[in-house]
């Protein structure tokens, strides 16, 4: 006859377990992940590179983020967006207030165009200005090269669409990951797959500090996610007491670290014990950027970061990290931070400049941290966005579109310039010339695609040319060797 105390290694008391000790901060997403790490053909890089992808959620609006400010493009744009001349109005900025932040390229655009970025965004103007930041045109998901004739065709089979077009969870999936939502891999974790072998301690080669996204999910990569704060401790195990009492405290570290021979046990504890080395290193690492005494006297970071601004918190940490990277042993690491509330239907004068102020505020301060640290080439910065808007109003706002213009920042960067084409300015609802680039209600179909912009930022990382193919499925209809070259694969904004 079994002892009763058999049930205690029963599959439903190790689940019973793990449903109670949820309630303690310890059944977390953030330790499960720690499981299965294997190894894989890596690059064995002896610099130190990193990627840090500042996603922006909600589809950021591209026309008033990078705003056409030459006089004949501007006057579209403000009749498009409701205004009445210079003077803005609708949707449109006014032009005297883009003077500030007026980009002044090395290369002048063809046709006379010249673009400002908003009012708000004058410490991202000033980057550019200097050279360490650059502005990818109108780039955006697409499965092969079209034009807009091939976009209205129904013959989908030779013209394939990005699945989803204007579905917010969807097209933040096919940015991240080439495929619509419910991938599992993306092509951040990709770059992860490649990069471990040549990371001492390979946990800490994919780091989210905005929670799981699949960007940085690989087949063997797991993405290690921390908090603003550092890592997301298993209180039971850390905590000098839980609910108030050592006792409960001793017994609860005691059940979630012993040996077991049961092996959903065996496996909890296995995990659990990774967690808690894992937290140790990044807490060693963050010690570099502490005060302390003695041996663990660290050296804070003189950079100041805005306060109140949820992003500059994570690109804080991000800096934080990288400061740490002799503790952690890296070689090549991949970031996730990201910024919400840039669907904006309504409200788009009022609330858009807080958050694009956010964003240039905090990806200045982490610029001027990098260079603080001597690594500003070796990390470089990009933004994303599910997608772009419509050029047009729809009274308070503007609506789900497709093409958008995003920033790449780092001393890496060849900054001061823009790269891929610059659209006209047009609602795209007639068969002119100007409307190639448009979809409809001045949604722009992308003349770069994620592929290529992604595949220059991993060839800066380090990925060999027959990698990138692999990282990034859709690169094989684009570049010489598909026969459209007008559709490179290296963009050319990185050195």
């Known amino acids: 006859m079994a002892h009763p105390t058999d049930a205690l290694h029963s599959r439903r008391a190790f689940l019973q377990r793990t449903g109670q000790l949820a309630l303690t901060g310890t059944a977390l997403p953030f330790a499960m992940n720690l499981a299965a790490l294997g190894e894989a053909a890596a690059a064995t890089a002896q610099d130190y590179k990193a990627l840090v992808c500042v996603f922006l959620y909600g589809g950021n609006d591209y026309a008033n983020t990078v705003v056409t400010y030459d006089e004949a493009s501007y006057a579209q744009y403000a009749t498009v967006r409701g ?277 240039s505020e905090a990806m200045a301060a982490f610029y001027r941290a990098t260079v603080e640290m001597g690594v500003a080439d070796s990390v470089t910065t990009f933004t994303a966005s599910d997608f772009g808007r419509t050029l047009t109003s729809n009274g308070d706002g503007s609506d789900h579109g497709w093409g958008s213009h995003h920033m790449v920042l780092g001393g890496a960067v060849k900054g001061q310039a823009f790269y891929g084409t610059a659209p006209p300015v047009s609602v795209g609802n007639t068969a002119a010339a100007q409307d190639q680039w448009h979809v409809g209600q001045g949604r722009l179909l992308p003349s770069t695609s994620v592929d290529q912009y992604a595949a220059t930022l991993a060839r800066w990382f380090g990925v060999g040319p027959q990698d990138l193919y692999r990282v990034l499925p859709n690169l094989a209809q684009f570049g010489a060797r598909a026969g459209r070259p007008d559709y490179p694969i290296d963009l050319g904004f990185l050195a």
């Open 83 to 359: 205004g009445g001349g210079e003077a803005g109005g609708g949707i449109a900025l006014a032009r005297p207030d883009l003077a500030a932040t007026v980009l002044k390229p090395r290369l002048a655009l063809p046709g006379g165009r010249q673009y400002a970025l908003h009012p708000a965004m004058k410490a991202m103007a000033d980057l550019f200005n200097a050279g360490h930041a650059a502005v990818q045109l109108n780039v955006g998901p697409l499965v092969v090269p079209l034009t807009r004739e091939q976009y209205a065709s129904p013959d989908r089979k030779k013209y394939p669409l990005p699945p989803k077009l204007f579905s917010h969870n969807d097209q933040q999936s096919v940015w991240q990951s080439s495929s619509p939502e419910g991938s599992t891999v993306g092509w951040g974790g990709h770059l992860g797959d490649l990069a471990l072998g040549g990371n001492a301690k390979s946990l800490f080669t994919c780091v989210s500090v905005t929670g799981n996204a699949v960007f940085l999910s690989g087949e063997q990569a797991l993405q290690y996610q921390v908090s603003t704060q550092g890592a997301v401790r298993i209180r039971c195990a850390t905590d000098a007491a839980v609910y108030g009492s050592p006792a409960v405290k001793n017994l609860i570290s005691q059940m979630i670290t012993q040996p077991s021979t049961h092996m959903l046990e065996h496996e909890y504890t296995r995990i659990t014990q990774r967690a808690r080395e894992a937290e140790g290193h990044i807490a060693a690492a963050l010690a570099l950027s502490q005060p302390g005494t003695g041996a663990s006297a660290g050296s804070p970071l003189a950079t100041e970061f805005p306060t109140a601004n949820p992003l500059a918190d994570q690109l804080k940490m991000v800096a934080r990290l990288i400061k740490g990277r002799s503790v952690l042993g890296n070689k090549r690491q991949v970031f996730l931070v990201s910024l919400g509330g840039f669907d904006l239907h309504d409200n788009l004068i009022a609330q858009q400049p807080v958050l694009l102020g956010r964003v």
